[in-house]
């Protein structure tokens, strides 16, 4: 299958290309504002299936939009029809193409087009007019504010949040390239004359600031985003792409001593903290219980004997641990416990906790096993 994509070097395109690829198509011809325009003659001959992204949202000249927005609609199209070519068309407008603004304006003259191209051809077409798209490789100050957001935050820029009440309705680009895959198979989600990407998400711009500027912030208190909610976990996902390539990486706090160090990693209010213990050969942690506070311990490198006493018995239990074999052993409430290094090496210990740790009720009482 031969499929042309307009604006293929655009936020959309290089999403578009990269999962046809994923998904084994690889006959696409790309077409760019750079392209030659003889190019587009070629295409429209042999492609099955077009992707007509190209468009203009921030132009210089507002006669850019109709230009951009519409004339090559009108180019594509007649190309298409002098080929005889009845290759299904898929555009991407906007839901400004319901306003009477000039980039509206020209986004609904292109629909038109494609509606008559459809009455006069009887050639498929799917018309989407798209909401605020945000994601990977999308352009600050261009795209979405979600861009311009999560590019000024990650690099302690400031930002503007001129109506914190003002509701926005935004689009993941992974949703919108699982509905353009549907329409490539002759399955789009329809409604009305118009296709639609059914999974969308509402947000006040004050919030949108808000959740993005937690992102930041979680690299100092450790926070994880609440991944159950769909959008954050979209957002989230879309700010680390925006990360500087010289900070994707930051710092933890080691609390150091003779024994070792004991790093928090991850903290989260609902599903507890993970923490990374290092300990030194014959060096002992632990000799404490817990009333409601449990963990899990998993040995990643050395040798180590975790040891167990049921607070009011005389038996110890022993665990023998091992990097050689991961294994995790849970530390039940009740029973006082210790870890000790019976290598030669560091004992190197990933601790997850069920809880946070509060130096105010640190659930935490010291009894030698």
């Given at each position: 299958?031969?499929?042309?994509?307009?604006?293929?070097?655009?936020?959309?395109?290089?999403?578009?290309?990269?999962?046809?690829?994923?998904?084994?198509?690889?006959?696409?011809?790309?077409?760019?504002?750079?392209?030659?325009?003889?190019?587009?003659?070629?295409?429209?001959?042999?492609?099955?299936?077009?992707?007509?992204?190209?468009?203009?949202?921030?132009?210089?000249?507002?006669?850019?939009?109709?230009?951009?927005?519409?004339?090559?609609?009108?180019?594509?199209?007649?190309?298409?029809?002098?080929?005889?070519?009845?290759?299904?068309?898929?555009?991407?407008?906007?839901?400004?193409?319901?306003?009477?603004?000039?980039?509206?304006?020209?986004?609904?003259?292109?629909?038109?087009?494609?509606?008559?191209?459809?009455?006069?051809?009887?050639?498929?077409?799917?018309?989407?007019?798209?909401?605020?798209?945000?994601?990977?490789?999308?352009?600050?100050?261009?795209?979405?504010?979600?861009?311009?957001?999560?590019?000024?935050?990650?690099?302690?820029?400031?930002?503007?949040v001129n109506n914190p009440g003002a509701e926005l309705t935004l689009c993941y680009i992974d949703d919108v390239l699982e509905e353009f895959l549907r329409a490539l198979e002759g399955n789009p989600t329809i409604q009305d004359d118009y296709c639609v990407v059914p999974l969308t998400h509402r947000i006040k711009l004050g919030e949108l600031a808000t959740v993005i500027m937690s992102f930041k912030e979680s690299r100092g208190n450790l926070s994880i985003p609440n991944m159950e909610d769909a959008l954050t976990k979209k957002?989230?996902?879309?700010?680390?792409?925006?990360?500087?390539?010289?900070?994707?990486?930051?710092?933890?706090?080691?609390?150091?001593?003779?024994?070792?160090?004991?790093?928090?990693?991850?903290?989260?209010?609902?599903?507890?903290?993970?923490?990374?213990?290092?300990?030194?050969?014959?060096?002992?942690?632990?000799?404490?219980?817990?009333?409601?506070?449990?963990?899990?311990?998993?040995?990643?490198?050395?040798?180590?004997?975790?040891?167990?006493?049921?607070?009011?018995?005389?038996?110890?239990?022993?665990?023998?641990?091992?990097?050689?074999?991961?294994?995790?052993?849970?530390?039940?409430?009740?029973?006082?416990?210790?870890?000790?290094?019976?290598?030669?090496?560091?004992?190197?210990?990933?601790?997850?906790?069920?809880?946070?740790?509060?130096?105010?009720?640190?659930?935490?009482?010291?009894?030698?096993?």
């Open positions: 299958m031969n499929i042309l994509v307009t604006g293929a070097k655009g936020f959309v395109g290089k999403n578009l290309i990269a999962e046809l690829r994923n998904k084994g198509y690889n006959d696409i011809f790309e077409f760019t504002r750079d392209s030659h325009p003889s190019l587009l003659d070629e295409y429209t001959k042999e492609c099955d299936f077009v992707f007509h992204l190209a468009g203009v949202n921030r132009p210089e000249d507002e006669n850019e939009f109709m230009e951009g927005n519409f004339g090559l609609t009108s180019q594509l199209l007649e190309l298409l029809k002098k080929h005889g070519n009845m290759a299904p068309v898929l555009i991407t407008s906007s839901i400004q193409a319901e306003k009477d603004n000039p980039y509206g304006r020209s986004k609904k003259a292109g629909e038109d087009l494609l509606f008559n191209y459809y009455r006069e051809t009887d050639v498929k077409v799917y018309v989407y007019r798209l909401p605020n798209l945000f994601g990977k490789w999308s352009r600050p100050n261009y795209n979405t504010v979600v861009a311009t957001y999560c590019h000024n935050i990650a690099r302690d820029m400031e930002i503007q957002l989230y996902s879309t700010y680390l792409s925006f990360l500087p390539e010289n900070k994707f990486s930051y710092d933890l706090k080691m609390n150091s001593d003779y024994r070792g160090s004991f790093t928090e990693f991850i903290r989260s209010p609902e599903r507890g903290q993970v923490s990374i213990n290092v300990s030194k050969p014959g060096i002992t942690k632990g000799n404490h219980w817990h009333h409601t506070k449990n963990e899990k311990f998993l040995v990643v490198s050395g040798e180590g004997l975790i040891r167990f006493r049921k607070i009011n018995s005389e038996e110890i239990i022993e665990y023998r641990v091992s990097g050689e074999k991961l294994q995790v052993v849970d530390i039940p409430t009740g029973y006082t416990h210790s870890i000790v290094n019976v290598g030669e090496n560091d004992l190197v210990t990933v601790m997850w906790a069920n809880e946070c740790f509060d130096p105010d009720k640190p659930d935490t009482y010291f009894l030698g096993v």
